[in-house]
């Protein structure tokens, strides 16, 4: 059963230009552009809309095909939430209305992780941000540089995010032991942001921060400014996106099973 919310908005960033896979929200998967399955996902969700917003017309007419709305915006932003942004500028929307973001490379994305985060930041009435997580099981992805790893306070806000693991558990770890403490307290991030329309504002005209440039981490520009994000354990774990030509078959791979198994 998805959380129940108030009025939000989805936009999907889409770009066509990618290093390691140019073109993917075009993608063909079981028949449809991977951006439509993003889209159609979103549309399951209690959004009571969804943009997709890009910078490529081969994008916007895709979308248009299959009866989504679609947004042109600039190329040369530096993130994803720059062009979220520019979204929301250009939709004129109010400081206080919140602003899902789901990245268009996310096709398999269940609609109550996008209903959760949302609920949780309308909740969480001192946050700017709302994300998720989820546990880390094994050893190998704590220390895998590609999972990035989120250490909060009790009451959910982010402490920091890294590359690096953490927390560092001094006795374990320095004995190089091959397992993970008995201690619930390391966690994933899972990339799906909630915002409220006004810090997204303000975020655009920060400089890059420091600790953000080091760990090519985007969402570390916020703390840096001081803005809390709240992070929860996402009710079900959104299987991992599209980013390169092995994920894009791995997908495909899934989706051919579940329509196998409907059929």
């Not at 969700?45 to 895709?62: H, N």
């Not at 700017?128 to 540089?145: H, I, K, M, Q, Y």
């Not at 001094?170 to 403490?181: Q, T, Y």
Request: net charge negative; proline share 6%; with cysteine.
């Amino acid at each position: 059963m998805s959380v129940s919310t108030a009025p939000f908005t989805v936009v999907i960033p889409a770009r066509f230009s990618s290093s390691r896979l140019p073109g993917k929200p075009l993608a063909d998967i079981c028949g449809k552009p991977m951006i439509q399955h993003v889209y159609e996902r979103a549309c399951e969700s209690q959004a009571t809309r969804v943009i997709i917003a890009t910078d490529d017309e081969r994008i916007i007419k895709m979308a248009e095909s299959f009866g989504a709305e679609a947004c042109m915006t600039l190329a040369g932003h530096p993130s994803g939430t720059d062009r979220l942004q520019e979204v929301t500028r250009l939709y004129d929307m109010g400081d206080n209305e919140v602003i899902v973001n789901v990245q268009g490379d996310e096709p398999l994305i269940p609609a109550k992780v996008i209903d959760q985060v949302a609920s949780n930041l309308m909740q969480a009435e001192s946050a700017g941000a709302a994300t998720l997580s989820e546990p880390v099981r094994n050893r190998e992805d704590l220390f895998n540089p590609s999972v990035v790893k989120v250490v909060t306070d009790r009451e959910g806000f982010a402490l920091y995010f890294s590359r690096a693991p953490m927390p560092w558990a001094r006795n374990e770890f320095s004995a190089g032991g091959g397992s993970l403490p008995e201690v619930d307290i390391f966690r994933r991030h899972i990339g799906i942001y909630a915002y409220r329309v006004s810090l997204l504002n303000q975020y655009v005209q920060w400089d890059q921060s420091p600790i953000e440039s080091i760990e090519s981490l985007e969402q570390l520009r916020l703390l840096w400014n001081g803005h809390r994000i709240h992070v929860a354990d996402a009710m079900e774990t959104p299987p991992h996106g599209v980013d390169t030509e092995e994920d894009l078959n791995a997908v495909r791979a899934l989706m051919e099973s579940r329509l196998a198994d409907i059929s």
